[in-house]
């Protein structure tokens, strides 16, 4: 296994990344990130084998970041707006930001983590070994979500400008 030090050195932004796209104080971001990692720590310490430590710690991330909203009683969008191509029809940023954050906003917290996952160019295998589905389901979801969000933009872009 690699040393502990190369895992975090090649997985402390992707985990950051992750963190702020679903809390989106960066004070509270880095100290999930932390947390995560000290947990990491004293897991391999332990004894414990991690086969796939890159998966683990999306997926501790992603458990951390939904312990917050629990304990916060509320969830907020992900601002994607930055990981998403979006043309732009003449239209002021902050308007489709606003837009696509209403359409992500009505995911469940899981479909949000796989577009997060998306977003951040991880592979449908290593989507798979984060979120423990199967292989053949996550294309099919992923397709299903974004055809969802992309029918949610057209409606809610419709009634803007129409």
């Not at 629990?70 to 837009?99: G, P, Q, W």
């Amino acid at each position: 296994m690699e040393t502990f030090e190369k895992i975090y050195t090649d997985n402390y932004e992707a985990m950051f990344r992750v963190a702020r796209k679903m809390v989106y104080d960066v004070d509270v971001v880095a100290d999930i990130v932390q947390e995560v990692f000290i947990y990491f720590f004293d897991k391999v310490n332990s004894g414990d084998v991690v086969r796939y430590p890159k998966s683990w710690l999306y997926r501790a991330t992603y458990n951390k970041c939904i312990d917050y909203w629990r304990d916060k009683k509320r969830f907020v969008a992900l601002d994607l707006l930055d990981s998403c191509e979006i043309e732009e029809y003449n239209t002021d940023h902050s308007e489709m930001k606003a837009v696509l954050n209403k359409a992500i906003d009505k995911l469940k917290p899981q479909e949000k983590f796989l577009i997060v996952l998306y977003s951040e160019g991880l592979s449908y295998k290593e989507i798979a070994e984060v979120t423990e589905m199967k292989f053949s389901s996550v294309g099919k979801t992923l397709s299903r979500l974004l055809k969802k969000i992309e029918q949610k933009l057209i409606y809610q872009y419709d009634e803007l400008y129409n």
